[in-house]
């Protein structure tokens, strides 16, 4: 039985990678306008490497951008950028009918987690700016176990402190190499969710490969052996994925 079901936070419940471009969009058009006499597209690339390099949660890349730029930090500059940046983040969503399915799956009696790569502080600003931050029974971050997916350690920690056994949950995620190998490792039953994929998977390797958020419902009704309620939209019964 199916008594708590996971979820990977970016690309996952909210589309990450589209807020984190036109947030860097918006900065870029910032630091510009502020007096940042650079192309456009030169200062994208020098971004997209600073993030390729230390990671996309880096919290000091207009810092190293302008030392690269300019050889020291001009206050106007960076202050339009960060203002910009924070701007555009702020517009964050959620992908279409998770709140729907969350609900449903709360009203079932299934708790709820999150587990994430990213920092604490971020975790929980991205939480709150989706209205999320009461939803979920636990949340496991980054911080929390100081490793990130596919270690068991973070799987084990929100299995903890849900508890319930590996067997009797579900691992949603959009990266097969963390989301996936991580939670079957454990022996968590794993969804892919094929709608946050920016890989091109062709093959994830998880129990479930879903297309819409909402498909999660019908898994756990059917996992469950319980009878479904009444139609709802976005209703599926997921895709099997194949066997890794």
Request: aromatic share 6%; with cysteine; glycine share 10%.
């Amino acid at each position: 039985m199916i008594q708590a079901i996971i979820f990977d936070l970016d690309n996952t419940l909210t589309d990450f990678m589209k807020m984190k471009a036109d947030a860097v969009s918006a900065a870029i058009d910032g630091m510009i306008d502020a007096g940042l006499k650079r192309p456009r597209a030169e200062l994208q690339v020098r971004i997209d490497a600073i993030y390729k390099e230390k990671g996309l949660e880096y919290q000091r890349v207009f810092d190293e951008l302008l030392v690269l730029e300019l050889g020291h930090i001009d206050p106007k500059i960076h202050a339009s950028g960060i203002v910009a940046y924070r701007k555009a983040r702020s517009a964050m969503v959620l992908y279409p009918k998770v709140q729907l399915t969350l609900l449903e799956l709360a009203k079932r009696g299934i708790k709820l987690g999150v587990v994430s790569d990213a920092p604490r502080a971020q975790v929980w600003q991205r939480l709150c700016s989706l209205a999320l931050q009461h939803v979920f029974d636990a949340v496991v971050t980054y911080d929390d176990t100081k490793m990130r997916k596919p270690d068991p350690a973070p799987f084990r920690e929100i299995l903890g402190r849900l508890a319930v056994e590996p067997g009797e949950s579900l691992m949603v995620g959009d990266w097969p190499e963390r989301d996936v190998v991580g939670g079957r490792s454990l022996g968590m039953k794993t969804v892919f969710a094929r709608y946050g994929d920016t890989f091109g998977t062709v093959e994830s390797g998880a129990d479930y490969d879903i297309d819409d958020v909402y498909e999660l419902v019908a898994i756990a009704d059917r996992l469950n052996a319980a009878q479904p309620p009444g139609p709802g939209p976005g209703r599926g019964a997921g895709h099997p994925g194949q066997p890794g």
